[in-house]
Every structure is written in C-alpha cells, then in structure tokens.
C-alpha cells in the first residue's frame, strides 16, 4: 500500500470540537507538490468533512447531520466543490463493501439505516467530484489515522479499538489495513459471560453474548439504567465488569492479530478515565503467563489511548484520499 508523506507533529493536535471549522496556520493554497486532500468521516449521526495535506494539517472541517442520501449527498458535494480537493478518502460507517474486486465495493451493505442500504456512497462521491477517492471502514480511518499521525506512528502493527454506540476494531499489519471477505468485525466475538452478570439480556440484536452486546454504551445504559454510560465512570462494580469484558475482548484480539500496540478509544473509554488502568491489569491477569513479550511488560505503553485528540478518523481519511491519488 502506497502511504502518504510522514506527518507534521502538529497533526494530532487540532481543535476535535464537531461542526466547526479550523483555519490551520498554514492557509498556502494548494499545490501540485502540496495537494490539498478532501476527507469525509462518515458516521451514523454526522458527517465530519474536512480539507487537509498528507502530512497530518487539517485547514478546514464542519460536520452536517446524516440523512437519507439524497439530502447527504449533494451537501457534501456542494462543500467540497469550490475548495480545490485532488482527491477524497472516505472513512464509512457499515458494513460496508470494502473489496475493489466486488460490485459491492464503496457500496453500503446490511445497515439498520435503511435509506443507505445498498447505496453506492464512493461512486456517487467520485462522480459528484471527479477526483480519485480512497474508501475504508470508519473504524479503519481511525486506525490508519493513528498509525500515520498518532499512538502507533512507526509501528509495522497495530490495532485501533473503539468502545462507544457500538463496538469496532481496525488492523493494520504489514503495511495495509487488514481486510479479507469484508472488514473485521471485531464487535461481535462471542465473550464468556463474568460472574454475577449471567441474566443480562444482551443488546445485541444478532447474538447472546458478544462484546458489543455485553459492553457497548447502549449495554451500559441498560444494564445500570441510567441515561449514558459516562454516569458510571466512577462505580466499581461498573469498572470491573467493563474492564474485564474489554480485556477479554483485547485479549482475544491480541492472541489472534499480535499488534505491536493496542489503542482503546471510543465514547466508554474516552468519558471514564479509571476504565484503561483496569483494562491494562485485567489483560496481565487474564493472560496469566502465557505471552511474555517486552510489550506486555510495559502494558502502559502498549494498551493506551488515542494521540489524534479526537481527530484520527478525518486523519485517516486524510490518508485515504492521499494514497488514491499516489494510485490515481
């Protein structure tokens, strides 16, 4: 995979605040050595669009709400038409076709937001700017957005996990984003149930006992009744349940992808800071012995938060549009 410009050091350091725009330092217009690239993170309840270079600056972003295509659409093409974008990554929420070599690819799959079922979002993108497009999971822009600019910047691997509405991970080993007859869907590994929390109906509409349906915010709110998740932060019975379902979710993931690092982000994490140390010794506890690695034994420097300040999904589209137009 051909990878953008290594990055500014000040990429992850941008203002994340939704729906407002942010002039960078550095307005230079674009040029054919410093192409301006055009991203789009692309979410359930927003649509984050953004301007940038391939070295981490973003120049300009807002965000729009997520309708039905056909309102979405035109309003994303009509704010990227007049800022002189080369080329476009697109970093979507799924599932989605992920496969340049399928019908399906950039196309939105089984999502329970009727209107984008089906829709060829890249296409319709493509033909509406006429530039080269890159296109990935909104999980996998988060992860390619870290490993350019953030917590894994140098690594050969890594993971990027997010915990929030749902669940969701993105791969990248040996230079690419992992894909193989979609993306990943990391959310739903089936977990065992902890002790004490065997009676709780999983959220989940699909599965019994899967991560997401037994530690997502939706779970949270459920299981504890109250409003949203971040009213828990501090509860104990709260942090040892949630931190031993997302260690025995990191812990799984670990055995089978081996990441050089683990990034844990999301809305959960994120809104209860006291969750990541317990993670970090649950994961020690659970593995028990069994991998020893000099990574496992500065947990703190392997199983750690996001570095983009909010930002790596637009990043990682940032990256997206730029290795398009390095293939265009």
């Known amino acids: 995979m051909n990878q953008p410009a290594t990055s500014n050091p000040s990429a992850c350091q941008q203002d994340a605040a939704s729906g407002s725009q942010q002039p960078a330092a550095d307005q230079a217009a674009p040029a054919a050595d410093r192409p301006l690239i055009g991203a789009i993170e692309a979410g359930g309840t927003k649509m984050v669009l953004a301007c940038g270079y391939a070295d981490g600056t973003i120049t300009e972003r807002t965000s729009i709400p997520t309708q039905d295509p056909a309102q979405t659409v035109p309003a994303m093409i009509e704010w990227f038409a007049n800022k002189g ?4 990554g697109i970093a979507a929420f799924g599932p989605t076709g992920v496969n340049p070599s399928l ?3 950039g196309h939105i799959l089984q999502t329970p937001k009727l209107a984008w079922r089906n829709f060829d979002f890249l296409g319709a993108m493509s033909r509406g700017l006429n530039v080269p497009c890159g296109y990935d999971t909104d999980v996998n822009g988060a992860c390619l957005g870290e490993v350019m600019y953030g917590a894994a910047k140098g690594l050969d691997s890594a993971m990027y996990i997010t915990v929030g509405t749902g669940i969701g ?3 990248y080993a040996g230079g690419q984003l ?3 007859m979609l993306h990943p869907e990391a959310g739903h590994i089936t977990l065992p149930r902890a002790a004490g929390d065997q009676d709780f109906e999983c959220v989940c509409p699909t ?15 459920k299981r504890y009744g109250v409003e949203r998740a ?6 104990e019975g709260f942090l040892e349940l949630e931190g031993t379902y997302i260690a025995q979710g990191i812990l799984n993931y670990l055995y089978v992808a081996s990441p050089q690092r683990i990034i844990l982000g999301g809305g959960v994490p994120d809104h209860a800071p006291k969750l990541m140390d317990r993670v970090r010794a649950k994961v020690l506890q659970l593995n028990n012995g069994y991998i020893s ?4 034994d500065d947990i703190d420097s392997y199983i750690v938060p996001p570095a983009c300040d909010g ?3 637009v990043l990682g589209a940032i990256a997206l549009g730029a290795q398009a137009l390095q293939q265009a």
Request: with cysteine; aromatic share 4%.
């Open 103 to 105: 019908s399906t690819y």
């Open 85 to 88: 974008i080369a080329a476009l």
């Open 311 to 313: 930002n790596q999904g």
């Open 293 to 296: 690695t000099p990574e496992l």
């Open 230 to 235: 971040s009213d828990m932060a501090d509860d």
């Open 169 to 171: 991970a993105g791969i």
């Open 207 to 221: 599965h019994d006992s899967c991560f997401e349906g037994l530690a997502a915010g939706p779970a949270v709110v």
């Open 178 to 180: 992992i894909h193989g």
